[in-house]
C-alpha cells in the first residue's frame, strides 16, 4: 500500500471552514487530487448540531464541487426531511475529499472506486480541523468507509448501525462530552439495493435515532 504526506500540512491553523475550505482547494496529500476535478470540501455551517459524513464526492459532485448533490444526494434530502432533520441546519462533508474513480467502457464512464485506507488517512487531518470547529452533537456516518474513517477498520455498520456511540476526541480536536455517534448504510447502497423500499426505510429510522438526541 502506497504511503503518502496526508493533509496535514496544507491545513491551516486556527482557520474557519471558510479557510479550510480555501486551502484543501490546493491539496496534494495523496494521489487522488491528480485525476480528480476539484476537492470537494462541504456545505453548511459552523453552528450545525448535526453532522453528515459520507465516503467521497462522487461524479456529480466532483463536477459541480458540491458534496451529495447527485442521485445519492436528494435520496438524502428526502430522507432527511422524513426522519425530522432539516438539512439546511446539517454540515455535510466526506470522509475524503477527492473523487476516486476508473475510466472504462464506450464514452470512458467515470466509474467510483472506494478509497483505501492510505488515502483516508491522508485526508483526516481535513475531518479533524472540521469537527473541531462545528463540535457538533451528533455525527452521522453514512456507509462503511466514513464509520472506519472514524471508529477503525474492525466497525462493522451491517451489525452496529442505528446505535448511539460514545465519540471521542479524534486527533487533537475537542468535543462534546455527550457527542455521539449514529452510523447507517450511506444512500448509494439504497439506490443499489434489491429492495429498494426496505434499505430506504432502514436509513430513514437510523436517521431517526440522530434526530432523537437533537431533540
Given at each position: 500500500?502506497p504511503?503518502?504526506e496526508?493533509?496535514?500540512r496544507?491545513?491551516p491553523?486556527g482557520?474557519?471552514?471558510d479557510?479550510?475550505r480555501?486551502a484543501?482547494?490546493?491539496?496534494?496529500?495523496?494521489?487522488?487530487?491528480?485525476n480528480?476535478t476539484?476537492?470537494?470540501f462541504?456545505?453548511g455551517?459552523?453552528?450545525a448540531r448535526?453532522?453528515?459524513?459520507?465516503?467521497?464526492?462522487?461524479?456529480?459532485?466532483?463536477r459541480q464541487?458540491?458534496?451529495f448533490?447527485?442521485?445519492?444526494?436528494?435520496?438524502?434530502d428526502?430522507a432527511?426531511v422524513?426522519?425530522?432533520?432539516?438539512?439546511s441546519?446539517?454540515?455535510?462533508?466526506?470522509?475524503?475529499?477527492?473523487f476516486?474513480?476508473?475510466?472504462?467502457?464506450?464514452?470512458?464512464?467515470?466509474?467510483?472506486q472506494?478509497?483505501?485506507?492510505?488515502q483516508?488517512?491522508?485526508?483526516?487531518p481535513?475531518?479533524?480541523?472540521e469537527?473541531?470547529i462545528?463540535?457538533p452533537?451528533?455525527?452521522v456516518?453514512?456507509g462503511?468507509t466514513?464509520?472506519k474513517?472514524?471508529?477503525?477498520?474492525?466497525?462493522?455498520v451491517?451489525?452496529?448501525?442505528?446505535?448511539?456511540?460514545?465519540r471521542p476526541?479524534?486527533?487533537d480536536?475537542?468535543?462534546?462530552?455527550?457527542a455521539?455517534?449514529v452510523?447507517?448504510v450511506?444512500?448509494?447502497?439504497v439506490?443499489?439495493?434489491d429492495?429498494?423500499?426496505?434499505?430506504?426505510?432502514?436509513?430513514?429510522?437510523d436517521?431517526k435515532v440522530?434526530a432523537?438526541?437533537?431533540?
Open positions: 500500500m504511503r503518502f496526508g493533509a496535514g496544507w491545513v491553523r482557520a474557519g471552514l479557510g479550510l480555501h484543501a482547494q490546493d491539496c496534494q496529500g495523496c494521489d487522488l487530487y491528480e480528480a476539484q476537492t470537494v462541504s456545505s455551517s459552523a453552528s448535526v453532522v453528515l459524513i459520507g465516503e467521497q464526492p462522487g461524479d456529480q459532485e466532483d464541487g458540491a458534496p448533490v447527485g442521485p445519492a444526494g436528494r435520496l438524502l428526502k432527511l422524513e426522519a425530522g432533520i432539516d438539512r441546519d446539517a454540515y455535510v462533508t466526506n470522509a475524503v475529499k477527492h476516486r474513480f476508473k475510466q472504462e467502457g464506450p464514452g470512458k464512464r467515470r466509474i467510483h472506494t478509497p483505501d485506507a492510505a483516508m488517512t491522508a485526508c483526516r481535513w475531518l479533524a480541523a469537527l473541531h462545528i463540535d452533537d451528533v455525527i456516518l453514512l462503511a466514513a464509520a474513517a472514524l471508529l477503525g477498520p474492525s466497525f462493522r451491517t451489525r452496529q448501525r442505528g446505535q448511539l456511540i460514545p476526541p479524534i486527533d480536536e475537542t468535543s462534546r462530552q455527550n455521539c455517534y452510523a447507517t450511506h444512500p448509494s447502497a439506490l443499489r439495493a429492495d429498494r423500499d426496505a434499505a430506504y426505510a432502514g436509513l430513514v429510522s436517521l440522530a432523537e438526541v437533537l431533540g
